[in-house]
């Protein structure tokens, strides 16, 4: 099973001389295509061109080229069968030992702007993904390469072969190089698809980026796969468990909601307190003091980097995860200290048109992200439907609300400042009831309702949850509308005083 002579033929040529040279030096004869040829004669190390080895020309721009028996035969032919063998030496057919492919840049060329159908389709590479299954299939004797990662590890074990790949190795090799083509297959389906007949197919192809101690219980396992870590730096702590995944997730969504310095504490993905100040201890002294139990063994995130007198003030109940771009050295000395504690830093913005896809029987649910909780200047003095319109302050603590609510479950209540929440109510089967919690934490928590605003995910389908809000304090409101009683509610608005604004966009979150 010495390597005697491989083909390469890659558009990244990342690492491609040091390899070529290395399997030269093994003695290995080298066949190649167009622009790899010229790049490992560039320098100085003896190639073939395909068509010499073929005897067949290159043409239709290229188009075919390796789609030749001379090649495939090469690689599939089995080795111990005689009888193929025969056939080999009848046709001239010579072993082809190892294949070196990637393939043509399909995914980098459709996500630039303004492609166009032709440009994508020439993108799209056939005699590539022919060449990985042929060697694939035939690993109990070629070794297939599509990644530059792997080179030296292939030299590695020839060297310790003296000039063989181990079976094993070919093995894992072939595993890798199927979920390639297999991945670019669906890219270019996907791609198509969307252009042709938008939303007939869904294709979903994402690396295993690690397996994790367990699921939201001890008795789930659990994976995570993707690109988490391109968005987050663990700094410190314990190995992230699937829960604070979610919690970090769910953090991140609710803090890039605000452009002011801002501090959030999220538990089971829930906001439990949200605060703005431009001291950002300020802001965290007002998230916390929302609610003083409910923080502990939560999240924390804010939207600028932590300080010691912000690490100070954090460090005295127990927290799971604390994230932030960035921590300062005296911060991150005084918070290192808790061995237990996840310190996280974002790494960049997260994107704002993501979808959202959930698993149910059968299949999945995907639907756009909920991007809606900005108004917009002005929008809410355009939405008032009450007698009295909001003051400014009633305008600053709807906005400020109204991006909270969003992340908070269904149903869903909270009572705002203009700078911080000051009681959250969630997950119920009743608005009032979310309401009456909200109430009673924001009095456990010593704070008034008197002049506050109350922001629902959904309308009030009766005026009651008005009528509660308003005895509670709440002096403005702000929702969805678009019950039937809408009219009632707004007659309730009206004998108490209260401003009231529509927004005509409901913040379910289930």
Not at 87 to 111: K, M, R, S
Request: proline share 5%; charged share 25%; net charge negative.
């Amino acid at each position: 099973m010495k390597i005697q002579r491989a083909l390469l033929s890659v558009s990244d040529k990342t690492g491609l001389i040091d390899f070529a040279r290395g399997l030269h030096e093994f003695g290995v004869e080298l066949l190649s295509t167009g622009g790899t040829a010229k790049a490992i004669a560039a320098a100085g190390i003896p190639v073939k061109e395909i068509s010499d080895f073929t005897g067949f020309p290159e043409m239709m721009d290229g188009r075919v080229k390796t789609l030749h028996p001379k090649v495939h035969g090469g690689l599939l032919f089995l080795r111990d069968d005689a009888k193929h063998a025969a056939q080999a030496a009848e046709h001239g057919i010579l072993p082809i030992d190892l294949v070196c492919v990637n393939l043509y840049p399909f995914e980098q060329t459709v996500a630039k702007k303004g492609v166009t159908l032709e440009e994508a389709i020439e993108q799209i590479d056939i005699g590539g993904p022919s060449m990985i299954r042929s060697a694939s299939k035939n690993n109990r004797s070629v070794t297939v390469v599509v990644d530059p990662e792997d080179y030296p590890r292939i030299l590695d074990a020839m060297k310790a072969g003296n000039g063989e790949t181990t079976p094993e190795l070919r093995a894992r090799l072939a595993v890798k190089a199927f979920a390639t083509t297999g991945a670019y297959d669906r890219a270019i389906s996907s791609w198509l698809d969307n252009e042709s007949a938008p939303a007939g197919n869904l294709s979903l192809e994402f690396p295993l980026e690690g397996r994790l101690r367990y699921g939201e219980n001890p008795h789930q396992e659990a994976e995570l796969y993707g690109g988490f870590f391109d968005y987050f730096e663990k700094l410190h702590g314990k190995e992230l468990s699937f829960n604070n995944i979610l919690d970090i997730t769910a953090a991140t969504r609710l803090i890039s909601e605000f452009a002011k310095p801002t501090v959030a504490i999220l538990k089971h993905t829930n906001p439990c307190g949200v605060g703005s100040d431009e001291n950002l201890s300020e802001a965290w002294e007002k998230a916390f003091a929302t609610d003083r139990s409910a923080p502990f063994g939560g999240i924390i995130i804010a939207n600028r980097p932590v300080d010691e007198a912000l690490a100070r003030a954090i460090s005295e109940i127990f927290s799971e995860v604390i994230i932030a771009p960035e921590f300062s050295a005296d911060a991150r000395a005084l918070l290192q200290k808790k061995k237990n504690l996840r310190l996280m830093r974002l790494l960049k913005e997260i994107p704002s048109t993501d979808r959202d896809i959930r698993s149910v029987i059968g299949g999945l649910l995907v639907q756009d992200a909920d991007a809606a909780a900005t108004l917009g200047a002005g929008a809410i003095e355009h939405q008032v439907v009450s007698s009295r319109p909001p003051t400014k302050d009633e305008i600053e603590a709807m906005e400020f609300g109204w991006k909270v609510v969003k992340h908070v479950k269904s149903n869903a209540i909270v009572y705002a400042g203009k700078d911080r929440t000051l009681g959250i109510g969630a997950g119920q089967m009743s608005r009032v009831d979310s309401s009456r919690i909200a109430v009673w934490k924001a009095g456990e928590a010593g704070l008034s309702l008197k002049g506050s605003v109350v922001c629902s995910d959904a309308f009030f389908p009766f005026p009651d949850g008005l009528i509660a809000a308003a005895e509670a304090g709440a002096t403005a409101a702000i929702q969805p509308g678009g019950s039937m009683r809408d009219e009632e509610v707004k007659a309730a608005a009206n004998e108490r005083g209260m401003a009231m604004v529509f927004t005509g966009k409901r913040h379910f979150r289930h």
